[in-house]
């Protein structure tokens, strides 16, 4: 904590002297509106959730941008320019008072200091979380808590992946209406309007999706991190994980994990762009399956769902 509290001073150091010696700095997005709500938000799932939400009213800032890893990300200054002039904040907050997302945990106390005007929004405020435990890349325990029977050993093992469910989706865009609201209460009827019809997007969203597994009868995907968990367990999917808590496969790892995709005639291996695939590929090449990439963090949320949970049908028999 004392290593990101030295960076961000020293970030926020070069955004100033950049301001003192350049008289203005270029914004991250040139339209931005002064009569528009400023919005930050941490991954770009969210951003869709707030322009939804928020419609013409908002102009949200993405702090992990695309292809960016929210585990290692670190913000530049044009970002805390960003901060420093918005209203609302609005964070994933999968646990407790922090985040199971590393660049929230590392980053959020010191965003908050730049601007303590700004409203913070937990947006998972209401949201069931998981973690779960895998013995050889196979889960046999699932533990559900919420945000008021959590203590820090169970932080730990936390999926912070709630966004990847339809169902949390609802939640964190309700808790944006709620931010909205409190920020701009005179434009609360249009909030609650745009709120009311995502919501229903979303509603024919987790139909179609759970269409797409209706008649599926193995329904099990193998991925390196194990990322889908809140979207496993709303389709009844069993999610094995090359990766457990951070670290690769041993040898005797990967043995075990081409003897459990040939069990369950498993040809594809997903990935995210954002990790390594060398210990997938490894796997793919022995069971004569292939890799295939989805990502957890497109902004087009409906669109990539879709998309996702098509490419995860597809691979089933």
């Known amino acids: 904590m004392r290593y990101a509290f030295t960076k961000v001073i020293s970030i926020a150091v070069s955004f100033f002297l950049i301001l003192s010696f350049s008289g203005c700095v270029r914004t991250i997005d040139t339209d931005i509106n002064d009569d528009k709500i400023g919005v930050i938000v941490s991954i770009p799932p969210q951003a869709e959730f707030v322009e939804k939400v928020g419609g013409d009213k908002v102009i949200v800032t993405v702090m992990v941008p695309p292809g960016a890893n929210p585990h290692t990300y670190e913000p530049i200054p044009l970002q805390l320019e960003e901060v420093s002039r918005a209203q609302i904040y609005v964070k994933v907050g999968s646990a407790g008072t922090g985040s199971g997302i590393e660049f929230e945990l590392v980053w959020m106390d010191n965003i908050i200091n730049i601007n303590r005007k700004m409203l913070v929004v937990d947006s998972s405020r ?3 979380f998981f973690a779960v435990t895998y013995e050889n890349g196979v889960p046999v325990e699932y533990n559900e808590y919420d945000k008021d029977s959590m203590d820090e050993s169970t932080l730990k093992g936390i999926d912070p992946h709630i966004w990847l469910s339809p169902a949390n989706a609802k939640i964190m865009s309700e808790n944006i ?3 909205l609201a409190r920020i701009d209460s005179g434009n609360q009827e249009y909030y609650k309007k745009n709120l009311d019809n995502y919501l229903a997007e979303l509603d024919m969203l987790d ?3 759970s269409q797409m597994f209706s008649e599926k009868e193995n329904k099990v995907i193998m991925v390196f991190h194990p990322t889908w968990t809140y979207f496993a367990k709303d389709y009844g999917i069993k999610q094995m994980a090359i990766e457990e808590e951070g670290k690769e ?5 990967i043995k075990d994990l081409i003897d459990k995709a ?3 005639d498993i040809k594809v291996i997903f990935v995210s762009p954002e990790f390594s695939t060398k210990s997938a590929e490894a796997v793919a090449r022995e069971i004569g399956g292939s890799v295939m990439p989805v990502s957890s963090l497109k902004k087009n949320y409906l669109e ?7 490419a995860f049908a597809e691979s089933m028999k």
């Open 249 to 253: 496969p041993t040898a005797e790892g």
């Open 304 to 310: 990539n769902m879709k998309e996702v949970a098509g």
């Open 262 to 264: 040939r069990q369950y």
């Open 207 to 209: 139909e179609e999706i």
């Open 126 to 128: 209401g949201v069931k």
């Open 177 to 179: 209406y709620r931010g």
